[in-house]
């Protein structure tokens, strides 16, 4: 079976980064699949995670970025030029390798849902983030005026998009809630990433933080629930591991709060794991989550894990009290005394940690990648 993925590009640290190339690869070893990932905006570079040696990348070489140096009207004219170029590469790419199914992530190449079904069995559309907050939307919203309207008619444009489609899926079944009104959605999670045999001693007064700095993943509410935690904790430290818009603005308010012994801000690094093995919390403190990888890679290491219980993807992934805690969105007292809690008491971090690393069994890569197996031999069945 050939599948074809369409994704901007692989150049991000991102969740839906790791979780695609791992399905690919998956797909391309263990099955046999002829795989091919098709970007748009690589330009160039290497994908930050590893890529099987098995499994095609295809660069459209169109550079969506170059947009981003013009006044609104003018990104507007050359946005509408590189889709042009971009559905015409996409259509010869089609033309050659004629995919069994096609799966978009439903970035902008969602409105070609007609090109992908004339080239294709099937085509499945992706979610990897919660409707309410797909392609940013709110943030347009907030900008009031004309952006309101425009955010409504990308809006309609997404959900007549995702009703041609053969099959969309989501990441929980609030999402799956969420698309009633638009069409019938498939719920498959996100396979857990790391599941070391050997255990996490969760001795290390460490905590862990892993995200982007925007907006969405609030790294801004972490320092704010860390200026609490060092009062009564000030020999415990919390590595963030984050790149991104709100960096210098977070270095700033760690200066501003005195924290600069306690927070470190680490550079990207392709060991993660040892990242977590070396850590004994770990924090999320996300406005909105479709179906958050860094808890699933940290409660596979036995990591006790503190998020908000915001929307929508915790809530799916930790137990509160079983193997973690969910505090109230946006309640940074509520969610320092947890953390606080797990810091004083090792017997319980390693109470919990140890029920963390069951949950995720779960979510193992077999069992996740049988449901996708399954999706595309039905769809392609006698077709």
């Given at each position: ?328 969105d946006g309640d940074i007292d509520g969610f320092a005394e947890k953390v606080c ?43």
């Amino acid at each position: 079976m050939t599948i074809a993925y369409i994704y901007p590009a692989f150049i991000n640290i991102g969740g839906a980064d790791k979780i695609i190339i791992s399905k690919a690869n998956y797909m391309a070893d263990h099955w046999g699949y002829e795989v091919y990932l098709i970007t748009d905006s690589q330009n160039g570079l290497p994908t930050f995670f590893p890529l099987s040696p098995k499994v095609h990348l295809i660069d459209l070489d169109i550079n969506f970025f170059q947009q981003y140096q013009y006044a609104p009207l003018k990104r507007l004219m050359v946005y509408l030029k590189l889709m042009r170029r971009y559905r015409k590469a996409m259509e010869r790419t089609l033309q050659q390798i004629r995919p069994d199914i096609i799966i978009s992530t439903f970035s902008r190449d969602a409105k070609f849902v007609g090109l992908f079904k004339k080239y294709s069995k099937a085509a499945i559309a992706e979610v990897h983030t919660t409707k309410k907050n797909i392609r940013a939307l709110p943030n347009l919203r907030l900008k009031g005026g004309f952006y309101i309207f425009l955010a409504a008619y990308i809006e309609r444009q997404l959900n007549n998009s995702a009703k041609r489609f053969d099959e969309v899926v989501v990441l929980n079944s609030l999402e799956e809630d969420l698309w009633k009104r638009v069409r019938k959605v498939r719920v498959i999670h996100n396979a857990v990433q790391y599941y070391p045999e050997e255990e996490n001693e969760l001795k290390a007064k460490n905590v862990i933080y892993v995200g982007r700095a925007e907006y969405e993943k609030a790294p801004d509410r972490l320092i704010d629930v860390w200026r609490v935690v060092a009062e009564k904790h000030p020999d415990w430290t919390v590595s963030m591991y984050c790149t991104g818009a709100m960096l210098d603005k977070l270095k700033a308010r760690v200066r501003d709060y005195g924290l600069e012994q306690q927070v470190r801000f680490m550079p990207p690094t392709k060991d993660m794991l040892l990242a977590y093995m070396s850590s004994s919390i770990c924090v999320l403190t996300s406005r909105y989550e479709g179906f958050p990888v860094v808890l699933q890679e940290a409660m596979g290491c036995g990591i006790p894990c503190v998020s908000f219980n915001c929307p929508s993807g915790p809530r799916y992934i930790i137990t509160d009290h079983e193997d973690g805690y969910l505090v109230r969105d946006g309640d940074i007292d509520g969610f320092a005394e947890k953390v606080c809690l797990l810091m004083e008491d090792e017997a319980l971090r390693r109470r919990l940690g140890r029920q963390a690393k069951q949950s995720m069994a779960r979510y193992g890569a077999d069992v996740i990648m049988a449901q996708w197996r399954e999706l595309f031999e039905r769809l392609t069945k006698g077709k």
